[in-house]
């Protein structure tokens, strides 16, 4: 992927994203070319609360939530395009086609997020979506999601 340089650490990110402790999967943005594509990085620690449950002696990490950092990274890519106000405006998945989960993923690991833009229309987004650790596929997915917006109490 050619990129722009846009840079995008915590501190942007959390300007962009309505998410926060515990749920901002997000770190940092990597590559992003606005209508094409995005690369960012989750450092995956112990100390992640998740990890207490899933499991107590082997912890790995939710199937689910590699799928909320890749559609979080989505959304990263589509407020590069469009613009809005984080306070007003949900950003919401939709819907999730061919998940496949092909690695374990473990405390110390460094996830690599990987969108792709296929198309927009009617306020539908959908992406191509992957997951990497050490270049190896963790998840992949096709992602559709939305945009709402509120009126500035999460309504």
């Known amino acids: ?14 300007t962009l994203l309505p ?4 749920i901002l999967l997000v770190d940092r943005v990597l590559e992003l070319e606005p209508h094409k594509g995005i690369k960012a990085l989750k450092n995956v620690s112990i100390n992640e609360p998740y990890f ?36 007003n405006t949900l950003y919401l998945f939709v819907g999730i086609d061919n998940a496949r ?32 650790v050490d270049g190896v596929v963790a998840a992949e997915a096709g992602l559709i999601c939305t945009i709402r917006q509120t009126d500035g109490d999460g309504q």
């Open 1 to 14: 992927m050619s990129t722009e340089k846009i840079n995008l650490d915590i501190h942007r990110i959390l």
């Open 19 to 22: 998410h926060r402790y515990p």
């Open 52 to 87: 207490m449950g899933h499991f107590p002696s082997r912890p790995v990490m939710p199937g689910v939530l590699i799928l909320e950092a890749l559609a979080q990274t989505a959304a990263l890519l589509t407020f590069s395009e469009e613009p809005h106000d984080p306070a």
């Open 101 to 132: 989960f092909r690695r374990v993923v473990e405390p110390g690991d460094q996830l690599i997020l990987n969108a792709t833009f296929e198309r927009h229309k009617r306020g539908i987004w959908k992406f191509k979506a992957r997951a990497e």
